[in-house]
């Protein structure tokens, strides 16, 4: 075997056990046990019908409901984005070889398989990981249609951009993107009539799978305001505010976030962010002669890279979808990485080796002491030792016990105790009650989401008189999510309740009785 295929094997076994490792460690977060119970309806139709209720195409859950027969542990439930996320860095690698040298495709494979950002999205229950595999196989395939004049491989990268758009809404960015990238490729390759063909009839269908959804799933997303929600919420930041935010300062902070964003630290982001732009300009200025025939020219790969910029930019102003420090961008991998690589490959000298130690130290740095912009709950506090310690508690409770919780704390408690939806998620009542083994649990409607030291107190006697809960009553609050509103504050009116968290549980799993005072 040479010597090249054994360092790529490494490299991608290495890049496999980090996300494993992250994988097997972690409790599931309200997301990930969200996407679960959406998919363990009776049947494939219950569980297409469970996902309309959330913001994403409805593949992912369609095949939890399948891969969940199977085991429902929390690693076998992450093996499918384990595999997808890894096999992307491989594939892009391979593309990256057919468009341009050996040396940029293993830093782009570097960079790929230690992104701090793509390490962890790859070690959850979410549609990322599958979404940059099929668009990354896609391309891919586009690349080799081309380069082969094959319609069968065309036909086959359609497919897989028909499974990227069922699977995430981003995808309707990349689609755009490979549709130029495509088009442009065309002018110089001259593919035959068949390639050409077969790559029409991709786009029908591909547009077909958009109309189906805007009519099935994006529309009534949009009867319900959604996006102005998200963009109102936690998504704030990433979207242009009207009155507050200027066009051009938000986009260069969008940007910034962005690099920050993938590696989860603001200084290296900016360093990321220079040699992005770099291997732009080192594809725009050097000379046409340099490509190879066969391949795509340097400004064409350039235009490739920047479309999904401008478009995702332009998307955030007309507050469409959000652009900047957040999950839902990570498709830019795609696009960021390889004119990232090109840039250290075009660094001249014998320093290949010394260059992905440094990629894979700085790396390993921000993962292990990270400073993200996006959601986040950190390793120590993400122990899944500390989730069966505080649900051991509760499954131990006496009999008749209520367990008053929050939204999320409520998707959590689905999974890890009650083994059955005890979370609202398709129908919103205030203060919903349900068994949980010999408790009950009473949880707040998704529109609240968390417990907020601004209402927490009126809503405890809102479920307090609903119930009718006494001073003697055995009252249990529990809270696992990414953040507390006011924190500090919440934390003293709980105080007032006699209500004393245990540390063991880490920053993000809250767990204490509530004393509540005789009326």
């Known amino acids: 075997m040479k010597k090249g295929s054994l360092l790529i094997g490494a490299l991608l076994a290495l890049g496999f056990f980090v996300r494993l490792f992250e994988a097997a460690y972690r409790y599931l977060n309200a997301d990930e046990a969200l996407h679960y119970l959406l998919s363990v309806a009776p049947s494939a139709a219950g569980a297409y019908h469970a996902s309309l209720t959330t913001v994403h195409p409805p593949l992912l859950i369609l095949f939890l409901h399948y891969w969940g027969m199977l085991g429902h542990s929390e690693l076998f ?13 491989w594939l892009m690698y391979r593309w990256l070889r057919l468009v341009s040298d050996d040396d940029v495709a293993l830093f782009g494979l ?3 398989l230690f992104c701090p950002a793509l390490v962890l999205l790859s070690a959850e229950i979410r549609q990322y990981a599958l979404l940059l595999f099929f668009s990354s196989a896609g391309l891919y395939l586009l690349e080799l249609a081309i380069q082969q004049g094959s319609a069968l491989k065309m036909l086959a990268s359609a497919g897989l951009l028909a499974l990227a758009l069922l699977t995430h809404y981003s995808s309707l960015v990349i689609a755009l993107s490979l549709g130029v990238y495509a088009l442009l490729r065309f002018i110089s390759a001259k593919p035959s009539a068949r390639v050409l063909a077969a790559w029409v009839f991709g786009q029908l269908c591909a547009l077909a799978i958009v109309c189906f959804l805007y009519l099935t799933h994006i529309s009534k997303l949009e009867s319900r305001g959604a996006a102005e929600n998200i963009a109102a919420t936690y998504l704030r930041r990433s979207v242009l505010q009207p009155g507050e935010d200027h066009v051009l300062p938000f986009v260069l902070r969008a940007n910034l976030r962005l690099f920050h964003f993938f590696f989860y630290q603001g200084a290296v982001g900016v360093i990321a962010l220079v040699l992005f732009l770099a291997g732009i300009t ?39 979808y959000p652009y900047g420090g957040t999950r839902h961008n990570s498709y830019l991998a795609i696009f960021l990485f390889p004119a990232i690589a090109l840039a250290l490959a075009h660094w001249q000298g014998r320093w290949k080796a010394q260059k992905i130690i440094l990629i894979i130290t700085v790396s390993a740095i921000c993962l292990a002491f990270p400073a993200p912009t996006d959601q986040y709950i950190s390793l120590k506090d993400q122990d899944r030792a500390r989730m069966l310690a505080a649900t051991e508690v509760l499954a131990k409770l006496p009999p008749g016990s ?31 009650k349900s068994a949980c083994g010999d408790s009950s649990v009473v949880a707040l ?10 209402t927490f107190t009126r809503e405890l006697h809102q479920a307090r008189r609903k119930y009718d809960w006494n001073s003697t009553t055995s009252l249990w609050l529990f809270q696992a999510g990414w953040f507390v509103d006011k924190e500090s504050e919440l934390r003293q009116q709980l105080q007032a309740y006699g209500c004393a968290p245990g540390t063991q549980y880490g920053r993000n799993i809250l767990l204490c009785r509530l004393a509540l005072p005789a009326e």
């Open 445 to 454: 409607d998704p529109g609240k989401w968390i417990f907020k030291a601004d």
């Open 282 to 320: 080192v594809l725009l200025r050097r000379r046409a002669g340099a490509a190879q025939p066969h391949r795509p020219s340097d400004r064409v790969l350039a235009a490739f890279f920047l479309t999904p910029f401008a478009v995702n930019c332009a998307l955030a102003v007309l507050r469409i």
């Open 77 to 89: 439930l992450r093996l499918p984005s384990l595999m997808a996320g890894t096999a992307f860095c």
């Open 402 to 432: 209520s367990i008053f919780t929050d939204d999320q704390g409520a998707l959590t408690l689905s999974y890890y105790l009650c083994h059955h939806q005890v979370a609202q998620i398709e129908h919103a009542e205030p203060f919903m």
């Open 110 to 112: 570097v960079l790929l």
